[in-house]
């Protein structure tokens, strides 16, 4: 009897066992690493199983054995770290794309252009260098007056310097402002009658009433959309547009992207987009958010794309740009900047792109057909319209906060504010890489300490339970989110001041703004943004942990391998 028992027990454990070997085989293992999940219930792992794209199991290395057979790839991290891929939930991958010729006039820490003796020498060298025909035009990137030694923007003269033939713009590093030659805005049409354009400023020299060839926000938009399309013209142009695009692609998964942004696509840069997806060119997930005043009448056409992917390209909202820059001194503020630009009275607080009935009106109807949206926000007056526009649409039950709309940037949000947009529902998007680059600037020049110190204010949003991003804005800086993670955690200036230390948050709280927070802001955190069984293999490996390094020396983390749905799209050399 009891060799009978000892026969059924036995027989139980044995099936028992076989029940819990995994019938399904993994065709990557990954081991050897710490694996940084951002999943609270289970921080880290020993190993990672991949299958037809997804992680089929996260665990225990011997458990992870039970998924292996002599099919399975097995890969050693050899103690480089194991994360989600990084998530780009904004930046401007064909404005990239579209300076991709461009000449660089990047400062430190990126560039070497930091005067404007700097910028005209690195011009005509290139000119030089390049042969350059006297008639062709010139284009500069990456300028920037509060970095530069004059702490100003050239002017027209200093750029006919250069060449009075050539037609020379240079576009300062925010995006928001540029500067042309008498050559370019000859050949684009603005003359000394040129009246200032809705939302945007034509330069002008306070003494002579003159344009000095700064274009500002709509003005400046106007000037390179006309740009553009004057020089897009033709089979090779169009090519050169798809080989820059998929350039900048690169320069994307080389920071370990796995889903990049284009932030505000305009003109053509939309069909762009699409052509590239048809040709099954992208490598990683796309997601574009088309300029909504732009392509406001063809809102019709664009709705049956909306949080669709068709080979890796989603349309996943519309933007709206309620103001400029901070850095640039364009951002829409309630106070006067600290020193107001050239040219500007004392009073200067920058300036408006929308009312808020246009505002009210545009983000009306996109809620009513159940559209997300972002809106670049700098200023604390443009935070205080969006706010207010938003919970009137909110009160009227049109915004819905499953919608997730997004305030971008937030850069001179107030105390206020914090609340107001937990209670709204709303996701603030951090560009936090500010306090590095331009803490500085702020602190000195444009807000005055007390504001200076709330720029980016994470850990009050943390604190206040809003689930927050943070991005990189690239090309305002590289697509490098390491430097804006960096930037959040120890919010140390370029000469080494901390700005604002009640605002610094955990390199976790950090890393998790880049993935699984991110993957929520898209509305894709169902398959993205954390290393969790079912969900999509996208990730990255680093030579560094975050979480354990100095966090000083977290810009030192190097991407050695970015994995799109378990296929390798990017290994460092």
């Known amino acids: 009897m009891k060799a009978l028992i000892y026969l059924i ?13 995994p019938t399904e085989k993994a065709e990557i293992l990954y081991f050897g690493g710490p694996i940084l999940t951002m999943e609270d219930q289970a ?15 996260v665990g225990k290395k011997s458990e992870a054995d039970h998924y292996t057979d002599s099919r399975t790839k097995m890969i050693d991290l050899k103690g480089n770290v194991l994360l989600p891929g990084f998530i780009d939930v904004h930046g401007h991958v064909t404005s990239r794309a579209g300076i991709m010729q461009a000449i660089d006039l990047s400062p430190e820490p990126y560039g070497t252009v930091n005067s404007i003796k700097d910028l005209q020498n690195t011009i005509k060298k290139n000119i030089k260098e390049n042969n350059t025909p006297k008639n062709q035009t010139i284009i500069g990137n990456g300028y920037d007056d509060a970095i530069m030694i004059e702490h100003r923007h050239p002017t027209k003269d200093e750029l006919d310097a250069i060449s009075k033939t050539n037609p020379i713009i240079i576009i300062h590093t925010s995006g928001h402002a540029c500067v042309a030659n008498t050559a370019m805005l000859k050949f684009l049409g603005i003359s000394e009658s040129a009246k200032n354009p809705e939302g945007g400023h034509y330069g002008r020299n306070k003494k002579t009433g003159k344009l000095n060839g700064k274009l500002e926000e709509n003005a400046n938009f106007m000037a390179l959309l006309n740009l553009t399309e004057k020089m897009s013209k033709g089979t090779n142009t169009q090519a050169q547009a798809m080989d820059n695009l998929m350039k900048a692609q690169e320069e994307w998964l080389s920071y370990g992207q796995t889903t990049i942004c284009d932030g505000r696509t305009m003109g053509e840069s939309v069909k762009l987009l699409e052509k590239a997806a048809a040709k099954h060119l992208f490598k990683v997930d796309v997601v574009y958010f088309p300029d909504y005043e732009y392509f406001k009448k063809d809102l019709g056409a664009f709705k049956p794309k909306y949080m669709h992917y068709d080979n890796h390209l989603k349309l996943a909202g519309f933007k709206f740009s309620d103001d400029g820059s901070p850095q640039g001194k364009t951002a829409w503020l309630t106070q006067p900047y600290l020193v107001p630009p050239e040219g500007q009275s004392a009073d200067y607080k920058g300036f408006p792109i929308f009312t808020d009935e246009v505002l009210y009106s545009d983000l009306k109807t996109l809620f009513q057909n159940n559209i997300t949206a972002q809106l670049h926000v700098n200023g604390d007056a443009a935070i205080d319209q969006a706010l207010r526009v938003i919970e009137r649409l909110k009160d009227e039950k049109i915004y819905r906060p499953e919608l997730r709309a997004t305030l971008i940037h937030v850069q001179n949000s107030r105390p206020d504010h914090i609340q107001k947009i937990k209670e709204l529902g709303l996701i603030p998007s951090y560009f936090s890489t500010h306090a590095y680059l331009w803490g500085d600037w702020h602190y000195s020049s444009v807000f005055g300490p007390e504001r200076a110190s709330f720029i980016s204010p994470a850990h009050s949003a943390l604190q206040a339970g809003i689930i927050f991003t943070i991005h990189h804005d690239a090309p305002v800086t590289p697509p490098d989110l390491i430097t804006a993670i960096y930037a959040a955690v120890n919010r140390k200036t370029r000469s080494g001041m901390i700005l604002g230390p009640n605002e610094r948050i955990s390199p976790l709280e950090a890393l998790k703004a880049i993935t699984i927070n991110a993957a929520y802001q898209l509305q894709e955190e169902k398959t993205k943004g954390s290393i969790k069984a079912g969900k ?38």
């Open 9 to 21: 027990l036995s027989v139980l454990f044995i099936s028992s066992f076989q029940t819990r070997i």
């Open 43 to 57: 921080p880290q792992a020993e190993a990672l199983v991949i299958k037809n794209g997804k992680i089929l199991f």
């Open 536 to 573: 999509l293999a996208d990730l990255v490996i680093l030579d560094k942990n975050p979480l354990t390094i100095n966090p000083e020396q977290i810009r030192s983390i190097v991407v050695l391998e970015t994995i799109k749905e378990g296929v390798s799209v990017y290994k460092r050399k």
